[in-house]
């Protein structure tokens, strides 16, 4: 159980353009997803907290404009990069947890490889 | 911000040996700790977690242990074999928040 999975895997596509990643919960119910972008070599950096019916909660130094989170169901978050340039190229994770995230792990997609030249 | 791990270390075992990867956390209220393996390009894989209240707990080849009072968190694996090489994470939650470490990457020598 606990299946999260993201689409698409790899993305490679002109600077300028906006990408669409999606994050999908199989056989459970996510009010809350979290997104991440990890860099080669390092750990994982949150960038925001999806939330079901309601504005995604971005941290210090994400903007917001330039990535948006929309989590219009339980079981689907998605992330669009706008304007994609260069330097937002990286792996971008997402992860979804059942409930009660004290006590219970993350669940994590595969992640989304985003390459922009 | 929470420090969970520096530097991503690395270990090399022969397979067969056993594995320990190691893990510090600086929040002392971080009551839940999880281990995660990410193989090359994917996401992190569940492999065990432990409470505060706990010390210690086992699952399939491997074992968490968990030193509250030194703020250190350990994976131990069993008979690694090659199928263990990978990068591995350890998480606390605090804050209503997962925090990772940067992670250990792992190579088991056939």
């Known amino acids: 159980g606990a299946v999260v999975s993201q689409h698409p895997s790899w993305v490679i596509c002109k600077s300028g353009t906006s990408v669409k990643i999606e994050c999908r919960s199989l056989?459970?119910?996510?009010?809350?997803m979290f997104w991440y972008r990890q860099f080669p070599k390092q750990s994982l950096m949150l960038m925001a907290t999806s939330n079901e019916g309601s504005k995604a909660t971005y941290e210090q130094g994400v903007e917001k404009d330039k990535f948006l989170i929309n989590h219009a169901s339980l079981t689907l978050s998605t992330l669009t990069v706008t304007s994609a340039h260069p330097e937002d190229s990286s792996f971008y994770i997402c992860?979804?947890?059942?409930?009660?995230?004290?006590?219970?792990?993350?669940?994590f997609g595969d992640g989304t490889r985003l390459s922009i030249l | 911000g929470e420090s969970v791990g520096l530097h991503l270390p690395t270990l090399s075992v022969q397979e067969g040996d056993n594995s320990i990867i190691n893990c510090a956390y600086s929040n002392s209220a971080s009551d839940y700790f999880i281990w995660y393996k990410q193989e090359s390009g994917k996401g992190p894989q569940f492999i065990i977690d432990i409470r505060s209240n706990m010390d210690k707990r086992q699952g399939q080849r491997v074992t968490v242990l968990l030193n509250k009072t030194v703020k250190h968190l350990s994976l131990q694996i069993a008979a690694t074999q090659p199928g263990d090489s990978a990068v591995y994470f350890c998480?606390?939650?605090?804050?209503?928040?997962?925090?990772f470490g940067t992670g250990t990457s792992l190579t088991v020598i056939p």
């Open positions: 998480a606390e939650y605090a804050g209503n928040q997962f925090y």
């Open positions: 056989d459970f119910q996510a009010t809350t």
């Open positions: 992860s979804a947890g059942g409930g009660d995230y004290s006590n219970q792990p993350q669940h």
